[in-house]
């Protein structure tokens, strides 16, 4: 998505007993689409038990910093607008 960085954008998950989907803006735009499997248990969908947010803009660590960092890219921002969560 061209603007992903530059513009404020819709990020939300449909969560049901059965599928999570993660869209951008839309819930039309979906981007990725998780299905429970048939046979389901807490290692193949844990998702059946109660989950928190956690919102950050780490840097480093095992996988992003295993090279190192460029440090031009500082000061770095993470702008969020609000968070709301809905339940049917």
């Known amino acids: 998505m061209e603007t992903i960085e ?3 954008h819709t990020y939300g998950v449909l969560w049901t007993d059965k599928y ?4 951008i803006d839309t819930e039309d735009n979906i981007q990725l689409n998780f299905l429970k499997p048939s046979i389901s248990n807490s290692d193949n969908w844990p998702f059946s038990k109660p989950f928190y947010f ?3 803009i780490a840097v480093g660590g095992n996988w ?5 960092v460029d440090d031009t890219i500082f000061p770095a921002v993470m702008e969020v607008d609000y968070v709301r969560v809905y339940q049917k």
Do not use: A
């Open 6 to 8: 530059e513009e404020f």
């Open 20 to 23: 999570m989907k993660f869209y």
């Open 54 to 56: 956690l919102i950050n």
């Open 64 to 68: 992003g910093g295993l090279k190192g």
